[in-house]
């Protein structure tokens, strides 16, 4: 099993910027890839940056250029840095990893809202 706990989310206005953190804790030596999601209201849930052990990125096209996603793989912990916040950006964020056994976890989301 593992266990995500997000944080940094917040209100910010336009323009601004925030980082978000995601811990992994407790089987996180099988952890391959990790990824920030989205929902908005209304919206289906969509990926917004993935990461994997190696360190290959890949990203939406709505965020290339003002957001990025790193790995610290000592401490199990991702982090997604976003710049110039636009208010469609609001959202719910969730923290998803894959296992190399095929397991998928979810964390319990980080509300992210831009004001305009």
């Known amino acids: 099993q593992v266990q995500l706990v997000e944080s940094g989310g917040d209100l910010v206005q336009a323009g601004g910027s925030l980082r978000l953190s995601c811990a992994a804790s407790?089987?996180?030596?099988?952890?391959?890839?990790m990824a920030w999601y989205r929902q908005a209201p209304g919206k289906q849930r969509e990926l917004v940056a993935a990461?994997?052990?190696?360190?290959?990125?890949n990203y939406a096209d709505s965020v290339k250029g003002r957001f990025t996603i790193s790995r610290d793989n000592t401490k199990n912990t991702i982090y997604l840095h976003m710049n110039s916040l636009k208010p469609e950006d609001t959202a719910v964020y969730y923290c998803f990893c894959n296992s190399f056994m095929s397991s998928t976890y979810w964390g319990q989301g980080t509300q992210v809202t831009v004001s305009s």
């Open positions: 990461i994997q052990r190696s360190g290959n990125t």
């Open positions: 407790g089987i996180t030596f099988a952890i391959n890839t």
